[in-house]
């Protein structure tokens, strides 16, 4: 089990088809209304925060994330 990947345990035939990005990613400077439109997607579950320059993440923003913050403010 510790010495399995990913690729041999989906099986040789196993193939995505792609037609959206599979990683969707953005930034602490992003508005929320971005976000939320990109949540809204079909099949967009979270989005990966990233620092721009560097690459690296920071964080993951899900819708629930999102909902939370929104009704904490009202």
């Known amino acids: 089990f510790e010495d ?3 690729s041999e345990a989906l ?3 196993y193939r995505v088809k ?4 599979r ?3 953005c ?3 992003d508005s ?3 976000v939320l439109e990109t949540l ?3 099949g ?3 989005i990966v925060v990233i620092e721009p320059e560097s690459k690296c993440v920071e964080g993951i923003v899900s819708l629930v994330d999102v909902v939370s913050f929104l009704i904490q403010i009202q």
């Open 18 to 21: 792609q037609t959206t990005p």
């Open 11 to 13: 099986g040789p035939g």
């Open 40 to 42: 809204a997607l079909p």
């Open 4 to 6: 399995a990947t990913v």
């Open 23 to 25: 990683v969707f990613v």
């Open 44 to 46: 967009v579950r979270r």
């Open 27 to 29: 930034t602490r400077q």
């Open 32 to 34: 929320l209304r971005t």
